[in-house]
């Protein structure tokens, strides 16, 4: 074969699927979560580490189920069953499990990105700074979820499962509600608020650092000021927001509670932290974008 002779290959057209404009976001979001569930430190281990506190909860909640206890005092003073406060209780086992996901998914997630200049590729390939918000945040919904959502839910069913006749099952039914609920908010306190703490500094590790000490050491202060001011600011610690919602919607107090935080207090405080995250994310992503980061040149 003579040097730098070419050969004419013919040419084929593209026969593969078509997919619209508004579907690319999808794209995305199976990215996210094929990329979480590749190894086993970053979800997988922590997916079984959920799976089996809601398999504890499971058990405790059928040997307690058709029991009578008090709960440190009781609801009110008044006896209720010690099967109908498991749920609620085991959000807090959750909320570890989902703060510890979202360190090594959420966390870094958008600052990994910037980064290591991966929005090069993605507006090369016409991705819309939407689609980028819609997807990832899609994508770490349906992981998130995995763990604050599908872990209530089962027990919920469990409890209607466990209950003694027809009648009790449709008095029961409002507690499927409730662990939606409990799981949406979980959901969203775990996926989108530690994507806008990585969409802040263009550093994986700091982004890391920035997200974990917002939890834990501005959580811990808000409910130390809360503890000699007002029961709203404790809000401000998202797991314990989520905890209160919890708690009050299963209608359950601990008498080691001095102070409670307010349902509506604990909702708006979550869904505040999760739109400024969310407008913290598309301004990143929009700013990129049209500075070039990643842009056509």
């Given amino acids: 074969m003579t040097a730098g002779q070419i050969h004419d290959l013919g040419y084929q057209r593209y026969v593969g699927s078509r997919r619209g404009v508004g579907t690319r976001w999808s794209v995305i979001m199976r990215h996210q979560i094929a990329s979480a569930w590749r190894g086993w430190w970053r979800f997988k281990l922590w997916l079984i580490a959920a799976a089996l506190a809601t398999a504890a909860a499971a058990a405790l909640l059928y040997l307690a189920s058709g029991s009578l206890f008090r709960f440190l005092g009781g609801l009110s003073g008044q006896q209720i069953r010690f099967a109908d406060g498991v749920l609620p209780l085991s959000t807090w086992l959750y909320c570890k499990v989902g703060f510890i996901v979202s360190l090594t998914t959420a966390a870094t997630l958008v600052a990994g990105d910037v980064q290591s200049g991966a929005f090069t590729f993605y507006f090369a390939r016409s991705v819309r700074p939407r689609d980028y918000v819609i997807g990832t945040l899609a994508g770490l919904c349906v992981l998130i979820a995995m763990i604050m959502l599908a872990g209530p839910v089962l027990l919920a069913g469990l409890r209607l499962g466990l209950s003694d006749n027809l009648d009790q099952v449709i008095a029961l039914l409002p507690i499927v509600a409730k662990a939606l609920a409990i799981g949406a908010l979980g959901t969203l306190v775990y996926a989108a608020v530690p994507l806008g703490f990585s969409a802040l500094i263009a550093n994986r590790r700091n982004a890391m650092a920035l997200w974990a000490t917002y939890h834990v050491v501005v959580g811990w ?26 708690l009050n919607l299963f209608d359950v107090h601990l008498r080691m509670t001095d102070q409670s935080i307010p349902t509506s207090a604990a909702v708006i405080s979550i869904l505040g932290h999760a739109a400024a995250a969310i407008a913290v994310v598309s301004w990143r992503v929009r700013d990129a974008q049209r500075t070039g980061v990643g842009g056509s040149s």
């Fill in 221 to 246: 202060m808000a409910q130390g000021v809360a503890f000699v001011t007002t029961p709203e600011v404790g809000a401000l610690d998202l797991s314990a927001a989520l905890n209160a919602v919890s």
